[in-house]
């Protein structure tokens, strides 16, 4: 556009990202005014004030004004949408590192064992959300094993995994977490993934129908639990 080719982009987001900044002030409206969420009335500013600088908004600056896991995780799933439907952002956040580093920082929320349900059940969510919109840059990125004794078992050690598989395991986890509202709401996330890509022949599908199947069976039969 004209206004980045008179260098008008780069003063944007040095406005923008500055901590009394655009960015700042954003947010303050983003939790003052939750009617502003659905209305989609903020979070096009990111795209339009970071420009090609929207990997250094969700692994730097965000996380100074959301320090708190459950906030930038909820931020990061109403931003999701938004990234997934731009023309080029897949393969810009693929190759810039902001799909990594939200994939990780996720990872690292849901594997907290003392991390407070919310926190790990939005962090289950947005993984689960990360690999529907961008499961083929997903499939590109290697990864640490999960520390879990079954997968710890499944791989070599010292092995790496796709992140694809990686937050296979962790859904698989959440399954059997011991919060059942959590545990619910990674099941709800495995149907809508198998939704998505029984529909479109993705080479997953089969295993996230197994994950289900087996994950209905043993919690059907776990004492005390309401019906699934």
Known sequence: SELTQRGGQAVLWL????????????????RAHPELHSA?????????????????????????LLAEPTPYLTFALELLPLLSATAGMPSYIRYSG???YLVQ?????????????????RALELLAQLWSSFPDELQTIRLEASAD??????AEDGASQDAASVV??????????????????VHVALFRLLDRFAST??????????????????????AGAPPL
């Open 15 to 30: 406005w923008f990202s500055r901590p009394d900044g655009g960015a700042s002030a954003m947010i303050e409206a983003w």
């Open 98 to 100: 902001a799909l990594q």
């Open 105 to 121: 920082r996720a990872l690292h929320v849901a594997r907290l064992p003392y991390a407070p349900p919310l926190g790990r059940g």
């Open 40 to 64: 989609g009335s903020l979070l096009p500013m990111v795209l339009h004030f970071s420009g090609d600088n929207v990997e250094q908004f969700i692994s730097h600056v965000l996380p100074q």
């Open 201 to 222: 022949n993705h080479p997953a599908a089969p295993a996230l129908f197994k994950a289900l199947a087996f994950s209905l069976i043993e919690n059907h039969h776990e």
């Open 168 to 185: 296979l395991t962790e859904l698989k986890r959440g399954c059997r977490d011991s919060d059942f509202e959590l545990q619910m709401g």
């Open 149 to 154: 004794a079954v997968a710890a078992a499944a």
